[in-house]
């Protein structure tokens, strides 16, 4: 068993995808944990699998092509086939907007809690995504108590064990299972730290959700992740 995966659901990152990985690997070889990174690349349509190609060789990077099935679906995938191979999992997004340079903080406290999350600051937002990101926080909030700050943040690095418990309760095709899960974490009376981490913002692309679609998105997932609470709610993890 491995004491690190780390997960990156990947859709049409061409642009950064190569450097994405350089920095990672790097900085795990430095800090010298036994991990695997796990690319899945959900059906990019740009040339996506081409710059993943080389990195197929490498010896602690392993890259899965699937059809599209969204972000959801594809780490909820990721997760489910992670936990049984790992002590820790680590979410991230392939764009880059996050530096590596704030693991070590994580991996170094990361006995302190079963979740630790990383708190976006700096972030610009839109007035739309600036709208959807503070109901999302108000939903888990009143569900599910406080806990995680950045309810929806892709750096999260989540004890295998604890999300082995989780994810049973969420759905495959859930279309915001990170949403779900800082809930449940948050019902559960899990331990978790929440971490600030610099928000760089997409250098290179597009996000996928624009306009009238990321609204529809907004509100598929309040309403899945209500219905998820509120069939858990007397839910509690045992560690």
């Known amino acids: ?119 976006r600051t700096g972030r610009q937002q839109s007035g739309a995504r600036r709208l959807i990101s503070g109901v999302s926080r108000a939903v888990v909030r009143f569900l599910a108590g406080g806990g995680v700050a950045d309810v929806n943040v892709p750096y999260r690095l989540i004890r295998a064990r604890c999300l082995a418990a989780l994810l049973p309760r969420i759905p495959a095709s859930t279309f915001a299972p990170n949403l779900a899960i800082s809930g449940l974490m948050g019902r559960g009376r899990c331990r978790i730290l929440n971490r600030p981490v610099p928000h760089q913002g997409r250098k290179t692309g597009a996000a996928s959700l624009v306009k009238w679609t990321m609204w529809r998105a907004a509100v598929r997932s309040f309403a899945e992740t209500t219905r998820l609470l509120w069939r858990n709610r007397t839910w509690h993890y045992e560690s």
């Open 1 to 119: 068993m491995r004491e690190l995966i780390v997960l990156v659901p990947v859709y049409n990152e061409a642009g950064c995808i190569d450097a994405v990985l350089r920095e990672w690997t790097t900085l795990l070889d430095t800090l010298g944990v036994d991990y695997e990174i796990r690319v899945y690349n959900d059906g990019s349509r740009d040339r996506t699998a081409d710059c993943l190609q080389p990195w197929e060789r490498h010896p602690r990077v392993r890259v899965v092509h699937k059809a599209n099935e969204g972000h959801g679906p594809t780490i909820h995938r990721g997760y489910r086939e992670a936990v049984a191979e790992a002590e820790w999992i680590f979410q991230m997004d392939g764009d880059g907007e996050m530096p590596a340079s704030a693991f070590p903080g994580f991996w170094r406290d990361r006995h302190q809690a079963e979740g630790l999350f990383g708190q």
